[in-house]
């Protein structure tokens, strides 16, 4: 049986091999009309874009509560400024050139109860910086009768004050950023940041419009970063809005919006959920669930109500909007940091004997934390959603209930440090016919309004003339990591001052087992 068996199978391995051998023509024929030179593409492509102007220009701006019960909170936050200038002044290139100005959460409240209820009519701040000198100091510091912000940079030549470095930038935010506990107690945190900065007007052009004394604060292209101190969330509303008035009413529970107090803004500017059922405003009187004395029930889930029917205040996403629009590329150049209360736990209870006649139950939310030195805030959802909106890199929330503040102050220092940082090519980079990086690079060069895309060759290819790009091993000026290098790109001799510039690279980098030029 083996011996026939071996006898069938040699046939079979003949015609098995005659069939290959005829099959091998055909896929020549198949294929020897595309043997050309193949297009060798890159199997991995790192993109990254390169600020090379303004990678050193920093806008921060300070929104500081002043309602009532904040000037303990200040304190903490006012302590702890030269740790937040530390971290600035400690970067690899220095200090940036930065602009620092004050603002308050004060934009009045209109009511057809005039200032009755604590508020100005006229608008209170209206988002104007704050320079003028408080606590116990007898002067702002500035050099410029002025001045509406704090300037200055790492070699001094731009510094508009008169205290010596490096604890005068401090001192001099300290003296204008202590705003006491007497603002209006409707914080419209949200609309005096827009207002501040002019994102709330931009011009037919599409340029922010702040008010006059402002000007010059936002610098076009610069790193912008906000911070909030606030124990409050945000109750911006529009203008003309009825949400500050009686509206014919009276100061009572059976007004059909309640008393004018501040639960008017969870009341008109919340939507939570009641034991997981569907999102709804807080309630006014105590829900069949309320337990405990004085009755109380917590909510779950509580957003901005946005645009949702019955809702009172301007809506969040509109403040993100306007606060991008300040930006090209806001992902990149926009931190937005809130030291306040969290948004949960989110509990409503009824305070008894309110009113005229003493006789009523009016809604208030507890406090989200409280610490022992009096610092205390209540649920900052709206204030949540606004930093959460801008990105888990470039949103930082932290607790204003802290002991002091160092460690929240110096995260947010470093996260707007991280924005200036160069950014840097990673990986192995592929190699050209002329043995050079597989690069490309294109600049951006805005000029007057009008922004060009200029192709850059690299230095190596011709002779070094600007405008031309080359890659530079981390160093200390670069401040590039092991194992990344920095784009470096001269100036244009075409171009040598321009609005913006930005580049744009493009490398193919090498993938581990993928046999590439210039790859190991």
């Not at 003296?175 to 994102?199: K, M, P, T, W, Y």
């Not at 208030?364 to 805030?377: I, K, M, P, Q, V």
């Not at 192709?455 to 003339?465: F, H, L």
């Amino acid at each position: 049986m083996s011996g026939r068996s071996s006898f069938l199978s040699q046939p079979w391995r003949v015609l098995r091999w005659v069939g290959l051998a005829a099959a091998v023509p055909a896929l020549w024929a198949c294929t020897s009309r595309t043997l050309e030179a193949p297009v060798v593409t890159p199997t991995q492509t790192f993109t990254n874009k390169v600020v090379q102007k303004v990678n050193n220009n920093l806008d921060i701006l300070f929104m500081v509560d002043n309602s009532s019960s904040m000037t303990q909170m200040q304190q903490k936050l006012l302590s702890q400024l030269p740790v937040f200038m530390q971290v600035l002044q400690a970067l690899p290139m220095g200090l940036p050139s930065v602009h620092i100005a004050v603002v308050s959460s004060d934009m009045g409240a209109v009511s057809d109860q005039g200032t009755a209820i604590g508020c100005s009519q006229g608008g209170g701040d209206n988002g104007l910086f704050q320079v003028s000198p408080r606590g116990t100091c007898v002067t702002n510091n500035f050099t410029d009768p002025n001045a509406m912000f704090i300037t200055d940079n790492s070699t001094g030549t731009e510094k508009n004050f008169s205290l010596a470095d490096p604890t005068g930038i401090s001192t001099v935010f300290q003296c204008i950023g202590l705003l006491g506990s007497s603002g209006c107690g409707f914080e419209n945190q949200l609309n005096s940041i827009d207002h501040a900065l002019g994102s709330d007007n931009y011009d037919g052009n599409g340029n922010p419009q702040p008010p006059a004394a402002n000007a010059g604060f936002v610098r076009n292209g610069a790193y912008l970063g906000i911070v909030m101190l606030t124990n409050e969330d945000d109750c911006s509303a529009p203008a003309g809005t009825d949400l500050y008035s009686l509206n014919g009413g009276p100061q009572s529970i059976s007004n059909a919006m309640g008393p004018i107090a501040n639960y008017r803004c969870n009341q008109f500017g919340h939507l939570c959920s009641d034991a997981g059922g569907p999102l709804a405003p807080p309630p006014l009187n105590p829900p069949a669930d309320a337990t405990g004395t004085p009755p109380a029930v917590t909510l779950t889930g509580c957003v901005s109500a946005e645009n949702a029917a019955g809702a009172r205040l301007t809506p969040v996403s509109k403040f993100v909007s306007d606060i991008k629009l300040l930006k090209k590329d806001p992902a990149n150049q926009i931190l937005v940091a809130a030291v306040t209360g969290a948004d949960t736990p989110y509990i409503v209870h009824w305070i008894a004997n309110k009113g005229q006649n003493m006789d009523e139950s009016w809604p208030e939310l507890e406090h989200s934390c409280t610490n022992a030195d009096g610092s205390f805030a209540d649920p900052g959802v709206r204030i949540a959603q606004f930093v959460h909106a801008f990105g888990t890199q470039n949103g930082v929330l932290a607790s204003i209930c802290d002991n002091n503040y160092q460690t929240s102050m110096s995260a947010i220092a470093m996260r707007i440090g991280a924005l200036i940082k160069p950014k840097c090519v990673a990986g192995t980079i592929q190699q050209d016919a002329n043995q050079q990086p597989s690069c490309t690079v294109t600049n951006e060069v805005t000029v007057n309004g009008s922004t060009l895309n200029v192709n850059i060759p690299a230095c190596a290819t011709n002779g070094g003339t600007a405008p031309c790009w080359q890659l530079q091993a981390p160093n200390g000026t670069n401040n590039c990591a092991a194992g990344t290098q920095a784009l470096v790109v001269s100036t244009d001799p075409a171009n040598p001052n321009p609005d913006s510039l930005d580049s744009i690279i493009q490398c193919a980098t090498c993938i581990a087992g993928v046999a590439a030029p210039g790859c190991p």
